[in-house]
C-alpha cells in the first residue's frame, strides 16, 4: 500500500479480488492469511527502505493515510473470511520495505477484533518470534517468511533446527512461504515446498530494473490436514483485467 503512487483505484482491485477469492474457494472449517511482509511501500513518509536507503514509488507525504488504507483492507480480507470459516488467523511478517511501520497495521487489528473469539492473531512475544515462527494444521505445517535474510535452503535448515517437532509431524505437507522477490516461484527442497509468491502490483521500478515479471494475483491454497496441499484458488488483480500492465 502507497507503492505505484497511491493508484486511487488499486484499492479498489484489492478488494475486487479479496471478495472473488473468497467467493469461489473450497469450504473449509479454518482460514489462514498470511501478509508476508511489505504491506506498505515504505517505512515512513521518507520513501525509502530502512537498511540500504534504496527509494521507493511510494508517496512519501501520506504516510498515516497509507498506512490506514493498508488497515482497512486487511480488516476486509479479515470480515470477509469471517464470513465463510468457523476459525480466523492472521500471520504478518517484517518485510524490508516496513520492517516496523507493519506494527502499527498489527496493532490495529489486534484493537479491533480483540472481543472476536473465532479470531486469532498473531501477536510476537519475543524479537525472535517477530521472524520466525510456524503454523501447522494436523500433518501440515507452514512457515511463513519475508524472505529478505536469507535464502530458501537457509530458511529450511531452520524450519528443521528451530521447529523439529512440528517439521516431524507434518508428514502430510510442508510449506515455506516467501514473498520479497515479486515474482512466483515454486521449487521442491526435499520433502519441502517452497513458494516464492508475487507481487500485487505490477512491476516498479525496481522490478523493471531486475526483470521480476509479476502476473499481479492473490492465491488460496486448500490443505488437508491428514492428505496435504489439495488444491489453489488463483484470483488475477483487476488492472490485469483492465488491460494494465504487470
Known amino acids: 500500500i502507497g507503492g505505484d503512487y497511491g493508484d486511487p483505484q488499486l484499492s479498489e482491485d484489492f478488494k475486487y479480488t479479496i471478495d472473488d477469492l473468497v467467493r469461489r474457494m473450497p469450504k473449509a472449517k479454518r482460514a489462514v492469511l498470511f501478509e508476508l511482509g511489505d504491506l506498505l ?11 540500504s536507503g534504496n527509494p521507493t514509488d511510494s508517496i512519501r507525504d501520506n504516510h498515516l493515510g497509507n498506512t490506514l ?19 480466523v488467523e492472521i500471520y504478518m511478517c517484517r518485510g524490508n520495505h516496513d520492517e516496523t511501520s507493519y506494527f502499527a497495521v498489527l496493532i490495529g487489528l489486534v484493537e479491533h477484533f480483540k472481543d472476536n473469539p473465532r479470531l486469532k492473531i498473531h501477536l510476537p512475544r519475543t524479537p525472535e518470534e517477530e521472524e520466525f515462527f510456524v503454523v501447522t494444521w494436523g500433518e501440515c505445517a507452514c512457515l511463513p517468511n519475508h524472505g529478505d535474510k536469507c535464502k530458501p535452503e537457509m530458511l529450511k535448515e531452520i524450519f528443521t533446527d528451530e521447529f523439529p517437532d512440528e517439521y516431524a ?24 515446498e517452497h513458494r516464492q509468491f508475487g507481487t500485487l502490483h505490477k512491476r516498479n521500478r525496481w522490478a523493471r530494473q531486475k526483470f521480476a515479471p509479476s502476473r499481479g494475483q492473490m492465491s488460496v491454497l486448500t490443505v488437508h490436514k491428514t492428505i496435504g496441499l489439495q488444491d489453489e484458488t488463483i484470483s488475477p488483480i483487476k488492472t490485469e483485467l483492465r488491460g494494465k500492465s504487470a
Open 41 to 51: 511501500d515504505a517505512n515512513d513518509h521518507k520513501g525509502a527502505t530502512p537498511a
Open 69 to 87: 488504507e493498508a488497515l482497512r483492507l486487511m480488516k476486509h480480507a479479515t470480515y470477509r473470511l469471517l464470513q465463510t470459516h468457523e476459525e
Open 169 to 192: 509431524a507434518a508428514k502430510a505437507f510442508r510449506l515455506i512461504a516467501t514473498g520479497h522477490f515479486h515474482k512466483l516461484m515454486v521449487q521442491s527442497l526435499g520433502m519441502t
